[in-house]
Nanobody, 116 residues
Framework: QVQLVESGGGLVQPGGSLRLSCAAS????????MRWYRQAPGKERELVAA????????NYADYAKGRFTISRDNAKNTVYLQMNSLKPEDTAVYSC?????????WGQGTQVSVSS
């Protein structure tokens, strides 16, 4: 079955960096686009970044441009989110998402907290 497992979250000071990982299994990872979303307390879930499977094109939310980078390692069936220059407003649960045969799959999420 399809599984997405995130890791790499934690507590970091403003200006710090984190790299999130999402390990995928149960489907042909290399042929699917992947996305990272986040949800802050009391707010709706929002798209952070997207990475296409074919040409590897990427899209970012405005707040992520220049600070976050989405990438993938098809040999490891893993998608990453490198986050630099973190701000307190980046505090949220970050989740990866895949859409396979019109069905949406989510990981359990990983908490990112940015605080001094």
């Amino acid at each position: 079955q399809v599984q997405l497992v995130e890791s790499g979250g934690g507590l970091v000071q403003p200006g710090g960096s984190l790299r999130l990982s999402c390990a995928a299994s149960g489907f042909t990872f290399s042929t699917y686009g992947m996305r990272w979303y986040r949800q802050a307390p009391g707010k709706e879930r929002e798209l952070v970044a997207a990475l296409a499977s074919g040409d590897g094109s990427t899209n970012y939310a405005d707040y992520a441009k220049g600070r976050f980078t989405i990438s993938r390692d098809n040999a490891k069936n893993t998608v990453y989110l490198q986050m630099n220059s973190l701000k307190p407003e980046d505090t949220a649960v970050y989740s990866c998402r895949a859409v396979i045969s019109s069905r949406i799959y989510w990981g359990q999420g990983t908490q990112v907290s940015v605080s001094s």
